[in-house]
């Protein structure tokens, strides 16, 4: 055969569906999308801006310092405010919302390597 076989693509509804099952923003923006007919662009926007500023303070409450990559909403050219989410609007969503992950396990992960639980137990007693 020579036909070469196309790099698959992701459609845009799963990595949305994926999207709103980690961040309750893009949940939200989608179910007021969905139920209310709201623009999905300006919300996912909105969003987006949420999950940076959020990265932002866990970053700072974390010691850590700030991301130096920050990634900038994409403004689609020719496109108005409407539904139609592109592929650079939703990276950047999808990095911001990696951002708040990783700043959020900064904060919430254990200073000891290891648990309490795991130490030798005396079992004599």
């Not at 949940?27 to 926007?45: K, S, T």
């Not at 254990?110 to 795991?118: G, L, N, P, T």
């Amino acid at each position: 055969m020579d036909h070469e076989e196309e790099p698959r693509r992701v459609s845009v509804p799963v990595i949305m569906d994926a999207l709103a099952m980690q961040s309750p923003r893009v949940r939200a923006a989608l179910h007021r999308h969905i139920n209310d007919g709201e623009p999905l662009v300006p919300m996912l926007r909105e969003a987006h801006r949420q999950l940076l500023q959020e990265a932002a303070q866990l970053m700072a409450v974390a010691g850590a310092a700030p991301f130096a990559d920050t990634p900038a909403w994409p403004e689609a050219e020719g496109e108005g405010e409407g539904d139609t989410v592109t592929e650079a609007q939703l990276l950047a969503l999808l990095a911001a919302a990696d951002r708040r992950e990783v700043a959020r396990s900064l904060v919430t992960r254990r200073s000891e390597k290891y648990s309490v639980s795991m130490l030798p137990r005396d079992r004599g007693r």
